[in-house]
């Protein structure tokens, strides 16, 4: 386990926040790397702090450890910029699996490890907004378009999803803890480079 700040520590009242970039907090998250690194930055944008995040071929991501009741606090909140998107490749294929910003939620399958599962929140290139997949490389992971295509690039944008409904919708039936939250920016697979821009996260009753 993560030695890092209880994140019951870090809620008030109906909001549960996971990422407070904004505060220069980095407390807790942890780096996974999958192939080449994505460097990640805590840099001014404007009058605020935020989390810069540069890739050059490369696929890794940051990681939190939480404790999250879907039931009680089911939307998850973020905000995010890229300043460019990746053309050309077909997100539902191996080869075109990446994406200049995605933020992810991962899901315990308990004792049946082997079930662990995640939705991953996408700016796609050109699959429509809304629309959701399973992934090239596992059916254990759903996609979601919740940007695409370059109208909104160099924008900072605010996301609001329902993490229940939408594991109900992709998975058909109700889901297991949540473990963590994961960000990245990868472009291992298309040999691409891509930059983004992440603002704070957190969790919010409906």
């Given at each position: 386990?993560?030695?890092?700040?209880?994140?019951?520590?870090?809620?008030?009242?109906?909001?549960?926040?996971?990422?407070?970039?904004?505060?220069?907090?980095?407390?807790?998250?942890?780096?996974?790397v999958f192939s080449g690194?994505?460097?990640?930055?805590l840099r001014k944008e404007?009058?605020?702090?935020?989390?810069?995040?540069d890739s050059n071929a490369?696929?890794?991501?940051?990681?939190?450890?939480?404790?999250?009741?879907?039931?009680?606090?089911?939307?998850?909140?973020?905000?995010?910029?890229?300043?460019?998107?990746?053309?050309?490749?077909?997100?539902?294929?191996?080869?075109?699996?990446?994406?200049?910003?995605?933020?992810?939620?991962?899901?315990?399958?308990?004792?049946?490890?082997?079930?662990?599962?995640?939705?991953?929140?996408?700016?796609?290139?050109?699959?429509?907004?809304?629309?959701?997949?399973?992934?090239?490389?596992?059916?254990?992971?759903?996609?979601?378009?919740?940007?695409?295509?370059?109208?909104?690039?160099?924008?900072?944008?605010?996301?609001?999803?329902?993490?229940?409904?939408?594991?109900?919708?992709?998975?058909?039936?109700?889901?297991?803890?949540?473990?963590?939250?994961?960000?990245?920016?990868?472009?291992?697979?298309?040999?691409?480079?891509?930059?983004?821009?992440?603002?704070?996260?957190?969790?919010?009753?409906?």
């Amino acid at each position: 386990m993560l030695a890092c700040l209880p994140i019951a520590a870090w809620a008030e009242g109906q909001r549960i926040d996971v990422a407070r970039f904004s505060q220069g907090d980095l407390k807790g998250w942890q780096t996974k790397v999958f192939s080449g690194k994505t460097f990640y930055a805590l840099r001014k944008e404007g009058d605020r702090t935020v989390l810069h995040a540069d890739s050059n071929a490369a696929a890794s991501g940051l990681y939190r450890e939480t404790s999250i009741d879907l039931g009680k606090t089911p939307i998850l909140n973020w905000t995010w910029k890229v300043d460019n998107i990746l053309t050309g490749n077909d997100e539902r294929t191996k080869a075109g699996d990446d994406y200049p910003a995605r933020v992810y939620v991962v899901f315990s399958g308990g004792a049946m490890f082997w079930r662990t599962r995640a939705i991953n929140y996408v700016w796609s290139n050109k699959q429509p907004t809304g629309s959701s997949w399973f992934n090239a490389f596992t059916s254990n992971a759903g996609m979601i378009a919740v940007e695409s295509g370059v109208s909104r690039t160099g924008q900072w944008i605010q996301i609001n999803r329902d993490v229940l409904a939408d594991y109900r919708r992709i998975f058909g039936e109700e889901p297991g803890a949540v473990d963590a939250v994961a960000i990245m920016t990868d472009t291992d697979n298309t040999g691409a480079s891509a930059t983004a821009w992440y603002g704070d996260i957190w969790f919010t009753a409906k």
